[in-house]
């Protein structure tokens, strides 16, 4: 079945220094969709960022990220990393063929940003 | 934005107690999603529903039965509850027609659930 890998566990950063959480997939669809979400402390989950080109920037609230399908890969960068960035990231996969509709999350990847 | 509800927000049973949750989608998406969270673990499927009546089991099922009664309502139902069951839940719900924002996952605010 589909897998997602991100960034284990716990990124520790100092404010104002450069973001990069990785996230590589694996699927037997041609072409799915790749997200990311943002979980801020007790909130929910929801939308940062999504694409399905290959090869072509995603931007959203300073963030990045490019599908890059060749390695499998869709890293989530940030040039410059703010306290508020502090919360839970999930990358997630999201078929969009054959009528198959199973999101597949990675294990989520916890960012801290400190002064 | 997409709006899912929800309910109870937090709810604490014993072992062996009969609870169910339930979520509410007023934007007509096809398909509703049963997560539920833990650390270490991230956000694991459970059940979920492409319409009133299906369901297609996910991928940590076991003690958990679902119902989704109509397009808009999908219940989660724990019927023996167990200690390993304590868990933050959430429901989701997409489109699912195919392309664009279709695939895109819009979340509740959780159900903080304790089996004691």
């Known amino acids: 079945g589909d897998s997602v890998t991100q960034t284990e566990g716990l990124v520790t950063l100092t404010e104002g220094l450069p973001v990069m959480l990785n996230c590589t997939y694996q699927?037997?669809?041609?072409?799915?969709?790749l997200f990311w979400y943002v979980q801020h402390l007790n909130e929910s989950p929801r939308l940062l960022l999504k694409s399905f080109t290959d090869n072509k920037r995603t931007e959203h609230q300073g963030f990045h990220a490019t599908l890059h399908k060749s390695s499998s890969s869709f890293h989530l960068q940030k040039s410059s990393a703010q306290l508020s960035d502090s919360a839970l990231y999930y990358c997630?996969?999201?078929?969009?063929?054959?009528?198959?509709?199973?999101?597949?999350f990675g294990k989520g990847t916890s960012l801290v940003v400190h002064p | 934005e997409a709006a899912v509800t929800q309910s109870p927000r937090n709810k604490v049973t014993v072992t062996g107690g009969n609870v169910t949750l339930s979520c509410r989608q007023t934007?007509?998406?096809?398909?509703m999603y049963w997560y539920r969270q833990d650390t270490g673990h991230g956000l694991r499927l459970i059940h979920y529903s492409y319409g009133a009546g299906n369901l297609q089991i996910g991928d940590v099922p076991d003690g958990y039965k679902a119902t989704r009664t109509t397009q808009e309502d999908f219940f989660l139902l724990l019927e023996l509850a167990s200690p390993s069951q304590t868990s933050l839940y959430f429901c989701?719900?997409?489109?699912?027609?195919?392309?664009?924002?279709?695939?895109?996952?819009?979340f509740g605010s959780g159900t903080r659930l304790t089996v004691l």
């Open positions: 997630a996969l999201s078929p969009i063929s054959g009528g198959n509709y199973k999101p597949t």
């Open positions: 989701a719900s997409s489109d699912g027609t195919g392309g664009g924002s279709a695939e895109t996952l819009y």
């Open positions: 699927t037997i669809y041609s072409n799915p969709f």
């Open positions: 934007n007509s998406h096809n398909y």
